[in-house]
């Protein structure tokens, strides 16, 4: 982290878990442990929650944010959930491009573009996640995969609008698997995605940016990953879910 440079922002991402009234519970654990935190907190949580946790983190340090939104305003798109919607609730952040999304609902790197700006419209701030596959790593072309992701992603976006962006670095192979990139290679992917965005929108720009890290961070690793220059906080998942665990994680982004 350079908090001189940027701000360093940890995120769980609840994926698909907790009911409204767990959800509460969670997020009533989390308030008190992380209240004094020198990062930016987030809590990107189902659909059926942001009501429950816009609630429950009012007036708290908390943030909330969606795990994905449509590219079009409104139409017959079922099931589906539009940034003005987000926006509209008081949602801030919204987390796009999520290999997830990219590998079970058919995500390319035209529609998480399409979001990204719809999200931007909106008003919403975007955590627009980049990674490359184990099989890409093993092939040496990590660099290409995350460059690319990240170029086609941010198309369209102006440098006043990338000041509401968070890219987070999701090495595919290392989410929910249990692996983890070293602290050398998240630093290293982590800086390499900063050079793109530099040569994109100037040096700058880059600098101010911040950019997570997210592939199995937890509490146990959490300090070695963000004393990196370039990795400024975590999308975190399972380790999110587990208030002590997410807090320790925070902690860890505050010193």
């Known amino acids: 982290m350079n908090k001189a440079k940027r ?22 654990q989390i308030k008190p442990l992380v209240k004094d935190a020198d990062c930016g907190v987030v809590v990107c949580v189902p659909y059926t929650n942001l009501e429950t946790a816009l609630e429950a983190t009012k007036g708290s340090n908390i943030k909330v944010g969606a795990e994905n939104c449509h590219w079009a305003k409104s139409g017959a798109f079922t ?6 919607m987000l926006a509209e609730m008081g949602v801030e952040y919204v987390v796009i491009g999520h290999s997830e999304r990219r590998q079970y609902f058919g995500e390319t790197d035209k529609t998480v573009n399409q979001r990204v700006r719809a999200a931007l419209d909106a008003g919403l701030k975007v955590i627009l996640c980049v990674g490359e596959l184990l099989e890409q790593r093993e092939q040496g072309i990590t660099e290409e995969v995350c460059g690319m992701q990240t170029k086609v992603a941010l198309c369209g976006v102006s440098k006043e609008e990338l000041s509401h ?37 100037g040096e700058d720009a880059a600098q101010a940016l911040t950019i997570q890290y997210g592939g199995s961070m937890n509490a146990k690793n959490a300090e070695e990953l963000l004393s990196k220059e370039h990795v400024d906080g975590g999308l975190i998942g399972g380790a999110s879910l587990k208030a002590e665990d997410f807090s320790i994680i925070v902690k860890a982004a505050s010193k």
């Open 165 to 201: 962006i968070i890219i987070a670095y999701e090495p595919v192979w290392a989410i929910g698997t249990g692996k983890t990139a070293t602290a050398e290679q998240a630093d290293e992917v982590n800086g390499f995605i900063r050079s793109v965005v530099a040569g994109l929108y």
């Open 79 to 84: 099931g589906e959930i539009s940034a003005d």
């Open 7 to 28: 701000q360093a922002v940890i995120a769980g991402n609840w994926k698909m878990n907790k009911t409204r009234p767990e959800a509460k519970a969670l997020i009533e």
